[in-house]
């Protein structure tokens, strides 16, 4: 301990001194990032750069001690910055700073292979050394360690306030030229408020992650909104770039155990830390708790090698055909690349991986929808359209794997705002996306009816999910009544029905939840469902009673599954004020007879060649069910 101490006191002299004596014009100088950054060093550099030329200042983000408007360093410095936070996006607009878009997973490389990339100094921030003279880089590893491996020269601010972070993020004193012992509080990153928007799209996205899946966050509102609608799930693991307060508040529900991984298994992985002091705390040498360099986290060997893996990152536009942009608003760059490819294509091919993208449906203003026919002249394209599965707003999801162009704009329309939804249709037909005579369901409620989904276990075993209809089931609909038996086609519709085409099914699946309601059956997850039931009433406005049928696929029949369907239904219908249910019920078709001989309601019913009419009032409960025929 004393032989470190003794090193570390004959290098320690004032930052200004020490920078004054190995700066030169022309350096290339790397800056610690986010929250890590070594606020009293960069003030010194500062202080310093009115008298020098051509320094260049490379940094991953800043946070801190940077000034925003950089037109009075034009002629000293540039800056230049792999992801633009708040501290760099006017000055980037501007032309004063520069953006260089690239994976993370990439830019160790740039500093180790890349003869351009040669780092004269480096500045970074560390904690007090250990006994064995190691520094931790605490809250940021990321890139700040191989710039460090990679630098010419290394100083480092010495802060007590940086925590001890265990994996691979220490230093030995032997491989930092100067030391600078100075004390100051860590900066800390408040996160965004709740919104009603990012809430409802977070309880979408909680439908999608399972038990015992791995989670990778961006930044941004949503997806720190998603991270507290997990509570409820079990052994959730974390592998992420950055990890946040989000992170934390769902460590403490108990939710993350790090069970369910298959890497790292009990560990909570990260490259940075962006957050409160109280994070900070939690991870100061925490066993629980791991933060490595980024060519170790965004590194897609080890993120493909996580069972169950879900990428969770925000976007600023999608076209109809699935085109990403994130990074900026038209030419105007907004964040940067960062890990959002290296953990959408990880995820992507890991065993049960998911890669989903999240946006409001439009602009903070809600001129501008987010949602579009083509994108912005001059956007980015950070994910290509092949590479999308998963898109959620506050609307709804649409999951666009294995689906064609048309599938995907009609998707994607149904979760636009709807004051937009018009607009993109058209938009859609003019480039012949879509069908010509493709329509859109009537908009009464403009939210997806999420609360009447539902889980229901029949026998032996089987659980089925249960929600309204999609106008985007098209297709699954047509799969489902084509593979009825010709019989239970002939008792579901009273006819001989051997073609179920487009202009058909699209009516039964455009509907406005108000009038008209349908719930299916459905087995799979989302995107790759199975109908294998449905039920459905269409009201009649003059009687206030609706006309319902419903079916269920011959090879789930049996199990209660229609009964189930009927009345659910009927709650639904009570809700909406509708006085009771009426059908037409063919004599020989005894199992739907059944189901409406139990629906817990005095069923009255009258024949007419060979056709029953069925009729009950939600206020005429039975305590036997029964079918009065009047004769």
């Known amino acids: 301990m004393k032989q470190w101490t003794a090193r570390a006191r004959q290098k320690k002299r004032g930052s200004v001194e020490i920078l004054r004596e190995i700066l030169r014009d022309g350096h290339r100088i790397y800056i610690g990032s986010a929250c890590g950054e070594p606020q009293h060093l960069v003030r010194s550099l500062i202080e310093l750069l009115p008298r020098h030329r051509d320094i260049e200042i490379i940094q991953n983000m800043s946070m801190g001690s940077f000034p925003d408007d950089w037109k009075r360093f034009e002629e000293n410095a540039r800056l230049k910055t792999f992801f633009v936070g708040p501290k760099s996006r006017d000055a980037v607009n501007d032309g004063l700073a520069d953006y260089i878009p690239i994976y993370f997973s990439s830019i160790p490389g740039l500093f180790r292979e890349e003869p351009l ?44 306030h940086m925590p001890r972070t265990l994996g691979d993020s220490f230093l030995h004193l032997s491989q930092i030229q100067y030391s600078v012992a100075y004390d100051e509080p860590l900066i800390e990153i408040v996160l965004p408020a709740q919104s009603a928007v990012a809430e409802r ?32 799930k079990k052994d959730l693991g974390i592998l992420t770039e950055v990890l946040t307060d989000s992170h934390l508040h769902l460590i403490r529900s108990g939710a993350v155990t790090g069970l369910g991984k298959t890497v790292n298994q009990g560990k909570i ?98 001129r501008k929808s987010r949602i579009v026919s083509h994108l912005t002249n001059g956007a980015g394209v950070i994910c290509p359209r092949s590479t999308i599965r998963y898109i959620v707003t506050e609307f709804g999801i649409a999951y666009l794997h294995g689906k064609t162009i048309r599938e995907r704009a009609l998707a994607l329309i149904n979760i636009a705002h709807p004051r937009f939804r018009q607009q993109l249709l058209a938009e859609a037909k003019n480039i012949h996306y879509v069908y010509e005579d493709q329509v859109l369901p009537p908009i009464y409620d403009p939210l997806y009816p999420g609360q009447w989904e539902t889980w229901q276990v029949f026998p032996p075993n089987e659980k089925l999910f249960f929600r309204p209809m999609k106008s985007t089931d098209e297709r699954v609909l047509q799969e489902f009544f084509y593979s009825l038996p010709s019989e239970d086609i002939y008792t579901r519709f009273l006819s001989a029905m051997k073609a179920f085409p487009h202009r058909n099914i699209q009516a039964m699946c455009n509907i406005d939840y108000e009038h008209v309601m349908a719930i299916a059956a459905v087995t799979g997850e989302i995107g790759a469902e199975k109908i294998i039931g449905m039920c459905r009433y269409i009201l009649d406005q003059k009687t206030n009673f609706a006309e319902v049928d419903f079916a269920v696929a011959s090879d789930w029949q049996g199990k209660g599954i229609g009964t189930f369907l009927l009345h659910y239904l009927c709650e639904i219908a009570k809700t909406k004020g509708i006085t009771g249910f009426m059908a037409f019920v063919l004599a020989s078709n005894r199992g739907m007879l059944t189901v409406f001989n139990n629906v817990g309601y005095a069923v009255h019913s009258t024949l007419d060649e060979s056709v029953y009419e069925i009729t009950f009032r939600f206020d005429e409960p039975a305590l036997a069910c029964r079918t009065e025929e009047n004769k």
């Open 201 to 232: 799209i977070a309880k979408y996205i909680s439908a999608l992650i399972e038990d015992g899946s791995t989670i990778q966050t961006g930044i941004g509102r949503v997806p720190h909104s998603v991270l507290r609608y997990l509570e409820s």
């Open 269 to 366: 992985v990260a490259s940075f830390c962006m957050g409160s002091r109280e994070l900070y705390d939690f991870v100061d040498n925490n066993p629980e708790v791991e933060i490595y360099p980024t060519e170790y986290v965004h590194s897609r060997k080890l993120i493909i090698r996580h069972d169950r893996m879900v990428a969770i990152n925000s976007a600023l536009e999608i076209d109809l055909s699935g085109q990403v942009c994130a990074d900026s608003i038209g030419h105007k760059v907004y964040s940067g690349i960062g890990g959002y490819v290296d953990f959408m294509h990880g995820a992507s091919s890991a065993n049960g991986g998911k890669t989903i993208i999240v946006l409001p449906s439009t602009s903070p203003d809600g």
């Open 117 to 160: 990339w040669k780092i004269d100094i480096a500045l970074v921030q560390v904690s007090p050394p250990d006994e064995h003279g190691f520094c931790s880089m605490g809250i940021s590893v990321g890139t700040d360690k191989s710039a460090v491996e990679s630098a010419s020269v290394v100083v480092a601010q010495v802060n007590r």
